[in-house]
DNA sequence: GTCGGTGCAAATGCTTTGCATTGAT
DNA sequence: ATCAATGCAAAGCATTTGCACCGAC
């Protein structure tokens, strides 16, 4: 059980908030109701969201957490794997659940503004053969495509 | 002369401070000696490039500039299409040339820090399909690829 | 001569941090 | 019981803005 090095088809079938406390322990840290509520209310955004984003969906839930613990765990959340810091806008950080998956690709509507999240098959083996040309291995990608309607 | 549709290949053989100027004009705004200072620093930078970075290399050469018109000219640069803010990492924002080219993939060591940019063949169109497909037309992109050497 | 630009200092707003209290293990 | 986590309010820090003076057109 709860093997160092995991499969990602393992991954797949393993609950987040399981993968979560694992992480959290073997760094030290605790698994409290906060952390376990947000990890919660992102899965079911199941979205791009923000960081106030996040807070308003936890106190709709009736669970009121404090800027503060927001942003410590969303800092734990990615040092663990699971979620995924965007830069869309310098205004705001946003992010997006990557764990078990290929990160989605985001498109912006400049018309709109707009942000949705979209597959691009390619795109993964595009990176990674430009990071073994240079004798690299790819940790991640973060893609932004900026486009208008007609 | 200045015509308002421009083709690439016209572009890339203006100088960038002629085409500056130019869309400054269109826009109402003055070409003053700061914004082509800073134009020509960044042309001289030829990398990617932060506020204080540029701010810095402005004084090593004689002409203070300050915060505020740096970032009020990085600005005008960005909506005249002559350079592309970067959001690497949520401290502080980055820029880099790209008019006249296609803006280059960032390359980013996360075991080093060291930023590169890249080309990357195939990306454009991958994009452009994404676009398509959907209905849009593609007016920019970023991709950040993280890696760690062996 | 007109407006827009510049520099300064103050303001803004997201994110982080110090500290006393609370709670997971 | 211990040591980390939480919440609050205050601090940080890149970027923006108000305003008086200056300068491109």
Redesign the interface.
Known sequence: MAPDQESVSTAIQEPLCAVFRRRLKQAGHKYTPERARILDAIIRIDDIFDAETLQRALSAGGHDVSKATVYRTLKLLQDAGIIQ?L????EQ?RWQLVYGRSPR?V?I??DTDEITP?D?P??DE??RR??AD?????????????????
Chains 1, 2 share one sequence.
């Open positions: 810091q830069m869309i806008d310098p950080s690709a498109l509507r400049v979209i691009l390619g795109l595009l990176c430009a990071c240079r004798g690299l291995r790819l940790e991640g990608r973060r893609l932004h495509i900026f486009a208008t309607g007609d």
